[in-house]
C-alpha cells in the first residue's frame, strides 16, 4: 500500500518538512503530512488485547438467526443446530479474517524490506499497521479456540489450495493492487461486525471483539484511501488492468468464502448444495453490494476506475450501472 519504488531520500529524516521537500507533488506532500497524522494516532491509541479485551464467550448462539448467511433459506433447524451454525459461522469468517491479514502484512513487510526510502511515514505506519493487525489476529485465534469449529474447508487442500497460494504471492508484489484489495478486506468485515455490534442478541464478548477490531481498522482504511492515489500514479500496467478487471472476481471469491461449505456440513446440510444457495440467496447479495460500493466509490474519486466507465466486472460485484449508481436488485 506504498508506492511501487519510493525515491531516495535522507533514511534518517524523518520529519514532514524533511520529507516534503525531497518528495515532489502536492498529492504526496499531502498524504505525507497526513500519514504522520495517522503514525500519531497509532501512538496515542495502542490497545493489548491480552490484557484490554478480555472475557469469554457464553455458550449459547453468539448471534441472531436473522443475521446468518442462511436467513433467506427458511431451514428449519433445532436449537442445538443453530447454536452450532452461528458458532461455525463466526470461526470460518474469523479463519479468514486472520488468512486475510497475514496477506496484508507480508505486503507490508515486502514494501518495507524493497524501499528505498526506510524513513517515509508511510513505512512507519505499515509498522504499525503490521504490529496492529498482529494483535487482531492474536484476539482472533483466541475467539477460534473458544468457538472450537468442526467444520473442514474444502478450500484448505487441492487445486483450490494451489491457486490461493499462487494469487496472494502475486498480489502482495503489487502495491496497488494491494492498497485496493485491502479496502475490500476492511470494508466487507467492518459491516458484518458492525451489524453483530449493533443488534441486542449478539455475545456481549464477541461484540467487544467487533468492537475493538473496528476501532483500528478505521484508521486501516483511512491509510488505504489515502495512498491509493499516488499507488495508482505509479502502478504498471499488469496492476491498472488487476484492478479495473480482475480484482472483483477475486473480491466475490474472497466474499463467498468467508463462509465455506464446511460450515453447513456440521449441522447435517448439504455442504456444496446449500453454499450455491447462500451465494445466490437475495440476503447475501444485499450484503455483498452494501459491502463493496464503498471499495469502488474509493477507487472512483482516485482516479483508478473513471467516472462514467465502470468496467462490466466491478458493476456486477457492486450491483451498480456504469456511473457507479445502485441499480435495481
Known amino acids: 500500500m506504498t508506492t511501487t519504488e519510493m525515491r531516495p531520500i535522507n533514511e534518517n529524516a524523518l520529519s514532514d518538512t524533511d520529507h516534503d521537500i525531497a518528495l515532489d507533488g502536492g498529492l504526496r506532500v499531502a498524504t505525507t503530512r497526513r500519514v504522520g497524522r495517522l503514525n500519531a494516532a497509532s501512538l496515542r491509541k495502542v490497545i493489548e488485547p491480552d490484557t484490554d479485551v478480555v472475557g469469554a464467550l457464553g455458550s449459547g448462539q453468539v448471534f441472531a438467526t436473522e443475521l446468518s448467511v442462511t436467513a433467506d433459506l427458511d431451514l428449519e433447524l433445532t436449537e442445538e443446530q443453530k447454536v452450532r451454525l452461528s458458532r461455525e459461522e463466526i470461526a470460518s469468517v474469523t479463519v479468514a479474517g486472520i488468512r486475510f491479514e497475514a496477506i496484508l502484512m507480508s505486503g507490508f513487510a515486502e514494501q518495507v524490506a524493497h524501499s528505498s526510502a526506510i524513513g517515509d511515514p508511510r513505512i512507519i505506519y ?3 499497521e503490521i504490529g496492529e493487525e498482529t494483535r487482531h489476529s492474536r484476539l482472533f485465534l483466541r475467539l477460534v479456540d473458544q468457538l472450537a469449529p468442526m467444520a473442514k474447508n474444502p478450500a484448505d487442500h487441492g487445486v483450490a489450495n494451489f491457486l490461493f497460494r499462487h494469487v496472494t504471492r502475486a498480489l502482495i508484489r503489487r502495491p496497488a493492487t494491494l492498497c485496493a484489495l485491502v479496502l475490500a478486506g476492511e ?3 467492518d459491516l458484518l461486525q458492525k451489524r453483530l455490534v449493533e443488534h441486542p442478541d449478539t455475545d456481549p464478548f464477541l461484540k467487544s471483539v467487533n468492537r475493538y477490531h473496528r476501532q483500528e481498522e478505521a484508521r486501516h482504511l483511512a491509510y488505504a484511501r489515502m495512498v491509493l ?6 502502478a504498471s500496467w499488469v496492476d491498472r488492468v488487476t484492478i479495473r478487471h480482475l480484482l472483483p472476481f477475486i ?3 474472497m466474499f463467498d468464502w468467508m463462509v465455506h461449505p464446511g460450515v453447513f456440513e456440521t449441522v447435517g446440510l448439504p455442504g456444496m448444495a446449500t453454499w450455491r444457495a447462500v451465494t445466490d440467496s437475495r440476503h447475501q447479495r444485499d450484503m455483498r453490494h452494501q459491502a463493496t460500493r464503498p471499495v469502488l466509490a474509493a477507487l472512483v474519486t482516485s482516479g483508478v476506475v473513471p467516472t462514467g466507465r465502470v468496467a ?12 457507479g449508481q445502485p441499480v435495481g436488485s
Do not use: K
Open 229 to 234: 492515489p499516488e499507488l495508482w500514479e505509479e
Open 126 to 128: 505499515m509498522l504499525h
Open 187 to 189: 470494508e466487507i468485515p
Open 251 to 253: 473480491i466475490r471469491t
Open 312 to 323: 462490466r466486472a466491478w458493476r456486477r460485484l457492486c450491483g451498480v450501472d456504469r456511473f
